[in-house]
Nanobody, 126 residues
Framework: QVQLVESGGGLVQAGGSLRLSCAAS????????MGWFRQAPGKERDFVAG????????EYADSVKGRFTVSRDNAKNTVYLQMNSLKPEDTDVYYC???????????????????WGQGTQVTVSS
């Protein structure tokens, strides 16, 4: 069982930066690959970035590659999403998710993730 709580969202101007954090509780965190997704009202949830259970493998959506960085600290049971050069189209609710997965492969499909946080709003003004 893994419980996830996101923080760090807010309002920022275009070109600015935010760092999202996702704090996990439960003993399974270190055996989970972690994903970040985002969703706008009325739209599907989109994969943003993910990191394998040891942190050795990462995946990014093309739209954020080179601007966002995902990382994790297993000692702190926390995963991060550093977002730089933010654009208005990055405005969404961001969710972190956990998948019990020791394969080293990061899933881009939201249905593979069994645990979800409540989401944090990111708003980028132009």
């Amino acid at each position: 069982q893994v419980q996830l709580v996101e923080s760090g969202g807010g309002l920022v101007q275009a070109g600015g930066s935010l760092r999202l954090s996702c704090a996990a509780s439960g003993r399974s965190f270190s055996t989970c690959s972690m994903g970040w997704f985002r969703q706008a009202p009325g739209k599907e949830r989109d994969f943003v970035a993910g990191i394998s259970w040891r942190g050795g493998f990462t995946e990014y959506a093309d739209s954020v590659k080179g601007r966002f960085t995902v990382s994790r600290d297993n000692a702190k049971n926390t995963v991060y999403l550093q977002m730089n050069s933010l654009k208005p189209e990055d405005t969404d609710v961001y969710y972190c998710a956990a998948e019990l997965n020791l394969s080293g492969v990061v899933s881009r499909t939201d249905s593979r993730y069994g645990y979800w946080g409540q989401g944090t709003q990111v708003t980028v003004s132009s």
